[in-house]
């Protein structure tokens, strides 16, 4: 009779447990859904988040669904904190639902599953450990805990290719504070061992996860999950750190190590227009009805993008349309840009070095004061673009199109130009030490004042150039055409030729008929009009040219081999890229180049070996 009131009381108590625990789970029930609903809408936006948004500054996210678009930089910023913040109320309340569970299994014999309400975390304490549903429940359970870390990594990474720090350390720092939120709840939930009050302080709570929780990987209860927690962690540091690391230290070093090349953050758009707005229909049909092409319509009155001071490194826009863009002080190193079309566009001091520009189209683009050293300009069209004080050290030019070309005072130190074209194009000032212009045409090519010594103009078209002044010493002219070329005041000590073309019938008019209509009518630098210096620097060289038979250049004191050889030698010590590209020059036959660059790279060797090795790692 005594215990009559005492079990009424416990069953009472039990009863009132049991209601709390079925009240506890519907509202977690409902809760852990919604969370689940929301991660995967935000994981689905994210996903649908291309890279042409990330490419323009201010573009807009459009949430799936609802089809409303907000600001990407808002979405990236707000999404990761309501993950955290909802996965903090979720975890909060899941521990007071297991704190309600475990009292209730304590405070009844009846430990039927069917009692409680259908509700997965009201399971997992119940099942033996080892049972085949115990570890079902476990891996569906856990998969719900990294879920949370593995979208806001995702968040991260897929943001990361905009390249802007601040933007991937608050990534981060989001990141850490779910990792935290997971140290402090997590293991309190699947182990009800840790629902004890005492595990409610922080100081218990570590020690736990240093003997055999997140901090203890070896005497861990659950290894795997602790090994991608701290693998989820590492990788978001990791990509903190490349980006840090970006403008600071050479790309070169980054990518020795395959696995962080591999994980260098990227945009990659092909093939896609890139215009901020398009010619209108009534202008393109008003430019075909003048005869002009849609092409030129596109070119005077498409809206480029504002990409200025954009940080592109590593990114991969081949085949795209770029006509007008403002890319001034873009960031554009190891970029891949095969075939761009970059008409129109202000790119002046934008920095490219060792970028891939294969095919690109420049026509009239400007190029002001840009660094492009060790690019890759092959096969591109950069007719009447303005590249003056452009930092061309080492690049290649290939078969590149730069008739009317600015260059004045450029930096093509070291670069190689076969095959290229720079008719009527501006050279005066230019830094061209080692500069291998081999079967190139620059008629009517201005380089006075230009610096030419250890050049190589190896079958090269040089009627009507302008060498005033210039200094041709340790320079090749072998087998060159250099009918009526100027070489008034040049420094001509220790040139090397056995032969030279002094006679041609170069027929100006026709070269000002065909190349002026393809150069560009509009000029994105205001103080260089592409037409108009082509056509007076073909008119100069015409009429300096009418009554000449023949160069005046004829002396043959100035094939010297030794002063040639030596010139070479001197400037082979000063610079690495001009080595490589002395080395890489063929001078006349195989016997005479194959001696040439053995005494060159003897005096190397035993001279300045510090040039041997950085132009061997080149």
């Not at 600001?71 to 109320?89: D, K, R, S, T, Y």
């Not at 080892?130 to 359970?141: T, V």
């Not at 450029?410 to 095959?419: C, E, K, S, V």
Request: proline share 3%; aromatic share 10%; net charge positive.
């Amino acid at each position: 009779m005594a215990g009559g009131p005492t079990k009424n009381m416990e069953e009472d108590k039990s009863e009132k447990i049991k209601g709390a625990l079925d009240e506890s789970s519907k509202h977690n029930s409902r809760l852990m859904l919604s969370f689940l609903a929301f991660e995967l809408y935000i994981a689905i936006t994210v996903i649908l988040t291309s890279d042409v948004q990330l490419l323009i500054p201010g573009s807009n996210a459009k949430l799936p669904i609802i089809n409303v678009e907000i600001p990407l930089f808002g979405f990236f910023i707000v999404a990761p904190l309501l993950i955290v913040i909802f996965h903090f109320n979720l975890l909060f309340n899941l521990v007071q639902h297991y704190k309600k569970l475990d009292e209730w299994v304590k405070s009844t014999d009846s430990k039927d599953k069917l009692l409680l309400p259908p509700y997965i975390f009201n399971f997992v304490i119940l099942f033996k450990e080892r049972s085949i549903n115990y570890y079902i429940f476990k891996f569906i359970i856990w998969s719900i805990y990294l879920s949370p870390l593995l979208i806001l990594f995702y968040i991260q990474r897929r943001f990361s290719s905009y390249h802007n720090l601040y933007m991937t350390l608050i990534h981060l720092i989001l990141i850490m504070a779910d990792a935290f939120l997971i140290f402090l709840y997590w293991y309190r939930i699947v182990h009800p061992d840790l629902l004890d009050t005492k595990y409610d302080s922080f100081k218990n709570i570590r020690s736990y996860h240093s003997e055999k929780g997140l901090l203890s990987l070896r005497h861990s209860r659950s290894i795997i999950s602790t090994l991608v927690f701290w693998i989820i962690i590492l990788f978001s540091v990791l990509n903190l750190l490349i980006l840090i690391l970006l403008p600071r230290v050479d790309a070169k070093y980054l990518t020795k190590v395959k696995p962080i090349k591999l994980f260098i953050p990227y945009i990659e758009i092909r093939e896609k227009m890139l215009v901020e707005s398009r010619p209108s229909d009534e202008i393109i049909q008003r430019y075909l009805a003048l005869g002009k092409s849609e092409d030129d319509a596109w070119c005077d009155f498409a809206k480029g993008l504002n990409l200025q001071g954009r940080d592109l490194r590593f990114a991969i826009l081949d085949a795209s349309t770029l006509i007008n863009a403002n890319l001034r002080e873009a960031q554009l190193q190891n970029a891949s840009m095969w075939g761009v079309d970059l008409r129109g566009a202000n790119m002046g001091g934008a920095k490219m070095q060792k970028a891939q520009l294969h095919f690109e189209k420049l026509d009239g683009a400007f190029l002001g004061g840009a660094q492009i050293e060790d690019a890759f300009l092959s096969l591109a069209s950069l007719c009447g673009a303005d590249l003056g004080a452009a930092k061309l050290k080492g690049s290649y030019l290939n078969g590149t199109d730069l008739t009317a070309a600015n260059l004045g005072g450029a930096d093509l130190r070291g670069t190689q130009l076969w095959d290229s074209s720079l008719i009527g194009a501006n050279l005066n000032n230019a830094k061209l030490e080692g500069a291998d212009f081999m079967r190139s045409t620059l008629i009517c090519a201005d380089l006075s004042n230009s610096s030419l010594e250890g050049a190589n103009f190896l079958l090269s078209k040089l009627e009507g150039a302008n060498f005033s002044s210039a200094r041709l010493g340790g320079t090749n002219l072998e087998n060159a055409e250099i009918f009526c070329a100027d070489l008034s005041g040049a420094i001509l000590n220790g040139i090397f030729f056995n032969h030279i073309d002094k006679k041609t019938h170069i027929n100006f008019d026709k070269v000002i008929e065909l190349l002026e209509s393809k150069l560009p009518n509009k000029a994105v630098s205001f103080t260089f009009n592409p037409q108009k210096e082509f056509v007076q620097r073909i008119k100069m060289a015409a009429k300096k040219c009418r009554n000449i038979k023949q160069s005046s250049f004829s002396s043959p004191l100035y094939s010297t081999p030794d002063k040639f050889i030596n010139i070479r030698k001197q400037l082979a010590c000063e610079d690495s890229k001009i080595a490589y590209r002395i080395l890489d020059q063929n001078i006349s036959n195989d016997i005479t180049t194959k001696k040439f660059k053995d005494n060159i790279l003897y005096h190397i060797n035993s001279k300045c070996s510090k040039i041997l090795t950085e132009f061997k790692n080149k």
